[in-house]
Each structure stands twice: as structure tokens, then as C-alpha cells.
């Protein structure tokens, strides 16, 4: 027999870098404004917009001329991402007054489980309602909070009213919270599930509930299940401690160039680049990767994803970038410009526990390769921690005029 309903929160930050913004510069809290990439190094988008400019009709993630079309005196600010890692630290430092069990979701949202905190701190809402003054009182910032029996459900709270709200959805009322919102409110659900749920005509959450679940998972695989499972109040999903040792499920970067890659010589300087800070990620995380994936953007924003398993794990930064351009002479017509390319390394294993070659006896050579290889890379690590990333570079990358430095 099951127990009582764990109560789980879940706290976003309202306009998160906006709002730090606005604490670091007063001024903008009287004007439409929106953080943003660097128009000039190409990261036009709008990262985040306050109140005013939301208004406007300001969405995140547009590019800044759509913006400025609705709002021509948006008043735009570069992030300060130290910054908002400092003011994420001062507000997860306010959650964990209340129980241990606190799960960050990115850099502005946290999980939190209060199911053992009500005897200290009061009930669920009374808590969420706790946390919002506090966070107010001392850091400036508002958050949203959504209260409910499990994680899915308490994020759709938190997104459910906005600024400065606390929003119950319990067993009794989740039906009639819920089922109405469109199946893309639900976490998870990106752009290609929400379309290949539209075909089904599956528009709302509670559709999504009514299914078919065989029909879902055949139509969407194992994160159909899933979906439907969400949709009915099934998630058990735990909130982690934040004593638990974090797993590292891949390793990236990416990098939006200041011209176009036109031609091999382009696409193999940037996918040098990355490769070379993926490799020194994945060595200082003392992991290795399986599968490396790339996905290459458009000057049009169409962007496509490929994979390609390993023989051998690795954390070698020539590996990677060979994987890497076997990925693009399969996929990729070099003539046709690039914006932006992702690298990551994903199928990580521990460094210490990853099987090696299984080699002839006429191939160890290679193998010892390899081992000066991993030598030589480990060693301009500890260069680059001693002096600074910049006091090795690779041939090619001095002066370049793509942003790849």
C-alpha cells in the first residue's frame, strides 16, 4: 500500500536574467529591455525580456530585429553570466533552508521535496509562499512557485501564473488545471513530438491523457509511454539531494561564428576548436565518450543533428574532431555555409573503467599512439591551468576571422 503524496515545489525565477539585470542596473527597470547575445559576433537572440518589453509581444529566443519590429525602442544588455551564477547560488542557499532535497533544473529553476519539511515550516503552499518572500526580501528577485505530488506537475505550476504566484495543483484539482493547457506546455514535449502528437489529434494535455498509450509509444517510442504516464499524474521521478554526486550525461560546446565556414579548411578550424575544449571538458570530468554528435546550423537557423558511434571510447581532441569531420563528409555539402556547429561527446563511461583497443599483435603501435597522445593533451591541460587557456593555442587559430579563439 502506498503512502501519503510526497509535496514536491517547484521555484522558477521570474525573467531570471532580466530581472538580475535590472538589479545590477536600475535604470532598466523603466524601460523595455532584453538581454541578448552579441549582435556583432552574430548571437542575436533575445536570451531574456522584462515585463515591459513582454508587452510589447517580446518573445525569448527571437532574433533582435523581430524584437525591435515590435518594440523599436527595446533597450538590449549583454549577459553578465557571473553574475547570475552568483544570484542562482543565493537563491538555491534559500531553498535548502528548507530541506535538502532540491534538484536545480538549469540556472534559474529548482525542484524542491518539502515532503518531510511540514512539521518544521508548515504546509506545502505555506512554504512555496515562505520562499517567495524570502528570495524577495533578499536577493530582489520574485519566483513562481508550483506545489503539487510530483515533479512534472509542480513545474507546470510554476508556468502556470507568473510574476510572484503560488499555484496549488493537487489530486482533486489537477483535471481541471491541467487538461486544458496544450500537450507543448508539458515538459518534454519539443517540437517534433508535439507535431508528431498533433497528427494523432492530440492538442491538449488531457488528449494526451485519453490516449492510447500502445498507440504512443509506437508512434513516439519509449518517451511516449512516458508522456502519457506525465499527462495522468504518474511521474515518480525522485527530487535528487543536493548531496548527490552529479552525473555527467554529456560533454559540449558550441560556438556561433563571426562569419560563415565556407569549404573544408573553414569547417575544419572551427571543428578543431571545439573538439580541442570538449576534450579538455571531458579529461578534467575524468570521462570518456562513445558516441560524439554534431549538429550544424544554417545562416537560416535549419539545423541538423548527427551521430557516430566510437570503436573506442575517448577523450582525445584529435578523435573527436576526426569523428567530428567523418560526420560532416557524410552529411554535409562543404560549399554550403555553417553559422554554428555543437560538438559533444555523449555515452560517457568513466576514464578509468573504459575499455581499450582489442589490438593484433602487429597493431600495438597504435595503441602506444594513442597513450602519447592522451600523455601529450593531459599535459597542455596542466599548461592551461597553470598559465591561462590562451597560453597554448592551436596552429591555425591565431588571428583567424571566424570567432574560433
Given at each position: 500500500?502506498?503512502?501519503?503524496?510526497?509535496?514536491?515545489?517547484?521555484?522558477?525565477?521570474?525573467?531570471?536574467?532580466?530581472?538580475?539585470?535590472?538589479?545590477?542596473?536600475?535604470?532598466?527597470?523603466?524601460?523595455?529591455?532584453?538581454?541578448?547575445?552579441?549582435?556583432?559576433?552574430?548571437?542575436?537572440?533575445?536570451?531574456?525580456?522584462?515585463?515591459?518589453?513582454?508587452?510589447?509581444?517580446?518573445?525569448?529566443?527571437?532574433?533582435?530585429?523581430?524584437?525591435?519590429?515590435?518594440?523599436?525602442?527595446?533597450?538590449?544588455?549583454?549577459?553578465?553570466?557571473?553574475?547570475?551564477?552568483?544570484?542562482?547560488?543565493?537563491?538555491?542557499?534559500?531553498?535548502?533552508?528548507?530541506?535538502?532535497?532540491?534538484?536545480?533544473?538549469?540556472?534559474?529553476?529548482?525542484?524542491?521535496?518539502?515532503?518531510?519539511?511540514?512539521?518544521?515550516?508548515?504546509?506545502?503552499?505555506?512554504?512555496?509562499?515562505?520562499?517567495?518572500?524570502?528570495?524577495?526580501?533578499?536577493?530582489?528577485?520574485?519566483?513562481?512557485?508550483?506545489?503539487?505530488?510530483?515533479?512534472?506537475?509542480?513545474?507546470?505550476?510554476?508556468?502556470?501564473?507568473?510574476?510572484?504566484?503560488?499555484?496549488?495543483?493537487?489530486?482533486?484539482?489537477?483535471?481541471?488545471?491541467?487538461?486544458?493547457?496544450?500537450?507543448?506546455?508539458?515538459?518534454?514535449?519539443?517540437?517534433?513530438?508535439?507535431?508528431?502528437?498533433?497528427?494523432?489529434?492530440?492538442?491538449?494535455?488531457?488528449?494526451?491523457?485519453?490516449?492510447?498509450?500502445?498507440?504512443?509509444?509506437?508512434?513516439?517510442?519509449?518517451?511516449?509511454?512516458?508522456?502519457?504516464?506525465?499527462?495522468?499524474?504518474?511521474?515518480?521521478?525522485?527530487?535528487?539531494?543536493?548531496?548527490?554526486?552529479?552525473?555527467?550525461?554529456?560533454?559540449?560546446?558550441?560556438?556561433?561564428?563571426?562569419?560563415?565556414?565556407?569549404?573544408?579548411?573553414?569547417?575544419?578550424?572551427?571543428?578543431?576548436?571545439?573538439?580541442?575544449?570538449?576534450?579538455?571538458?571531458?579529461?578534467?570530468?575524468?570521462?570518456?565518450?562513445?558516441t560524439v554528435q554534431l549538429n550544424i546550423r544554417n545562416p537560416s537557423f535549419k539545423t541538423i543533428s548527427r551521430q557516430k558511434p566510437?570503436?573506442?571510447?575517448?577523450?582525445?581532441?584529435?578523435?573527436?574532431?576526426?569523428?567530428?569531420?567523418?560526420?560532416?563528409?557524410?552529411?554535409?555539402?562543404?560549399?554550403?555555409?555553417?553559422?554554428?556547429?555543437?560538438?559533444?561527446?555523449?555515452?560517457?563511461?568513466?576514464?578509468?573503467?573504459?575499455?581499450?583497443?582489442?589490438?593484433?599483435?602487429?597493431?600495438?603501435?597504435?595503441?602506444?599512439?594513442?597513450?602519447?597522445?592522451?600523455?601529450?593533451?593531459?599535459?597542455?591541460?596542466?599548461?592551461?591551468?597553470?598559465?591561462?587557456?590562451?597560453?597554448?593555442?592551436?596552429?591555425?587559430?591565431?588571428?583567424?576571422?571566424?570567432?574560433?579563439?
Amino acid at each position: 500500500m502506498e503512502g501519503p503524496d510526497r509535496v514536491i515545489l517547484h521555484c522558477d525565477c521570474n525573467a531570471f536574467y532580466a530581472s538580475v539585470e535590472c538589479l545590477l542596473h536600475p535604470a532598466y527597470r523603466d524601460v523595455p529591455m532584453a538581454v541578448c547575445g552579441n549582435p556583432e559576433n552574430r548571437h542575436g537572440i533575445i536570451l531574456a525580456k522584462n515585463e515591459r518589453a513582454k508587452r510589447f509581444g517580446v518573445q525569448t529566443a527571437e532574433t533582435i530585429w523581430q524584437a525591435r519590429r515590435k518594440c523599436p525602442d527595446l533597450v538590449l544588455a549583454p549577459p553578465h553570466r557571473d553574475q547570475y551564477a552568483i544570484y542562482s547560488k543565493r537563491v538555491n542557499a534559500i531553498y535548502q533552508r528548507y530541506t535538502d532535497l532540491v534538484e536545480p533544473f538549469g540556472i534559474d529553476e529548482s525542484w524542491l521535496d518539502v515532503t518531510g519539511s511540514q512539521r518544521l515550516f508548515g504546509s506545502g503552499p505555506e512554504i512555496a509562499d515562505r520562499l517567495r518572500a524570502e528570495v524577495k526580501r533578499e536577493t530582489g528577485l520574485t519566483i513562481s512557485v508550483g506545489v503539487s505530488f510530483n515533479k512534472i506537475f509542480a513545474k507546470l505550476g510554476s508556468d502556470y501564473k507568473k510574476p510572484d504566484a503560488t499555484t496549488v495543483i493537487s489530486r482533486e484539482n489537477y483535471r481541471n488545471i491541467v487538461y486544458p493547457l496544450s500537450v507543448s506546455a508539458l515538459l518534454y514535449v519539443g517540437k517534433s513530438a508535439r507535431e508528431t502528437l498533433q497528427n494523432m489529434r492530440i492538442r491538449t494535455i488531457g488528449d494526451l491523457a485519453h490516449a492510447d498509450r500502445k498507440a504512443l509509444v509506437a508512434s513516439l517510442g519509449k518517451i511516449g509511454g512516458e508522456l502519457y504516464d506525465y499527462a495522468n499524474g504518474l511521474d515518480k521521478s525522485p527530487v535528487k539531494s543536493i548531496y548527490e554526486p552529479k552525473e555527467v550525461k554529456s560533454v559540449g560546446n558550441g560556438l556561433t561564428f563571426k562569419r560563415n565556414l565556407v569549404g573544408w579548411d573553414d569547417i575544419r578550424l572551427g571543428v578543431t576548436v571545439l573538439a580541442d575544449t570538449v576534450a579538455a571538458r571531458m579529461r578534467r570530468s575524468g570521462v570518456k565518450c562513445y558516441t560524439v554528435q554534431l549538429n550544424i546550423r544554417n545562416p537560416s537557423f535549419k539545423t541538423i543533428s548527427r551521430q557516430k558511434p566510437l570503436a573506442v571510447p575517448t577523450f582525445l581532441s584529435k578523435e573527436l574532431a576526426r569523428a567530428a569531420m567523418e560526420i560532416l563528409a557524410d552529411s554535409w555539402n562543404p560549399n554550403a555555409p555553417i553559422r554554428m556547429l555543437t560538438l559533444t561527446g555523449t555515452n560517457l563511461v568513466p576514464a578509468d573503467e573504459a575499455p581499450g583497443e582489442q589490438l593484433s599483435l602487429f597493431e600495438h603501435s597504435r595503441q602506444e599512439e594513442r597513450k602519447k597522445q592522451e600523455k601529450l593533451e593531459t599535459t597542455l591541460d596542466a599548461i592551461r591551468e597553470k598559465f591561462g587557456k590562451d597560453a597554448v593555442s592551436i596552429c591555425g587559430v591565431l588571428q583567424n576571422d571566424i570567432g574560433a579563439d
